[in-house]
């Protein structure tokens, strides 16, 4: 009920305490009536344990795989309960799901944030009665490539190219990270769009977009090789003005033979 009773002190309310903060809330309201709980040499003590946990009731809506009726421990969060329900489906949001108490949005909780930084600030702790709302996604796109996650990902409204490169975890070793291409479905037909890297901040991405990320070409801008009766053979940096003899030179000369 959120609070405790004890005869000639009155009521202890502790309703959202730890059990840390409780325990010095109560002892310190039983040093009116007990002195020796404080001073520098206390001589009675008092300690406070939890007996059981009260159960409540949630309701999980929307979007999930196993929406219905939670009964969950007291202390149980956002993110147990939607571990219990399953998470969201495949038409869920990750992005948008809302915690609803007395017919009032109380918290959104936005999944990315704990996925990608582990981050649970908007996890918070659920009440009795209390409703998970997960609603469907607005704006999903498909990210292939070389990328370290390729992924659908969900999108929040004006979010850029750049938050997707930080969702998915970043490019590849082998990624050409000069321009990305952009496949967008307009009222007809497809488009393509070439992104180049001083706009990855300001690319806004829209449903559907389809966003592709190539290696990097299998080919050399600047090699120059050498084999046969030469003491190093191999493959070399061709340089400004470099001559044939200059290249034998860097293989160590020709053989005896």
Do not use: W
């Not at 202390?75 to 489906?89: H, K, M, Q």
């Not at 999903?140 to 998915?168: H, I, N």
């Not at 801008?221 to 860097?250: C, Q, S």
């Amino acid at each position: 009920e959120g609070y405790i009773f004890i005869d000639n002190v009155g009521p202890i309310f502790v309703n959202g305490l730890t059990i840390e903060k409780a325990s010095k809330q109560i002892i310190g309201r039983l040093s009116s009536i007990y002195a020796g709980l404080t001073g520098p040499h206390p001589n009675t003590f008092a300690q406070v344990n939890l007996g059981n946990l009260r159960s409540i009731k949630v309701n999980i809506v929307g979007e999930v795989n196993f929406p219905g009726t939670y009964t969950l421990p007291s202390l149980a969060t956002v993110f147990n309960a939607l571990y219990l329900a399953g998470g969201p489906s495949e038409k869920g949001s990750f992005r948008d799901i809302r915690v609803i108490r007395e017919n009032k949005t109380v918290a959104t909780i936005d999944l990315y944030e704990f996925l990608t930084t582990g981050e649970q600030k908007s996890n918070i702790r659920l009440q009795d009665q209390d409703v998970i709302l997960v609603k469907p996604y607005l704006k999903r796109v498909d990210l292939t490539g070389d990328v370290k996650v390729p992924a659908l990902f969900e999108m929040k409204e004006r979010e850029t190219l750049a938050d997707l490169l930080r969702y998915c975890g970043g490019f590849t070793d082998m990624a050409y990270q000069h321009r990305i291409k952009v496949v967008r479905k307009t009222d007809k037909e497809f488009a393509v769009a070439e992104v180049t890297r001083n706009a990855f901040n300001s690319f806004q991405l829209q449903d559907g977009d389809m966003i592709k990320v190539e290696p990097v070409l299998n080919r050399f801008a600047n090699r120059v090789e050498i084999t046969g009766a030469v003491f190093r053979p191999g493959i070399y940096e061709l340089t400004e003005g470099m001559t044939l003899r200059d290249l034998i030179e860097k293989a160590d000369g020709i053989r005896e033979d």
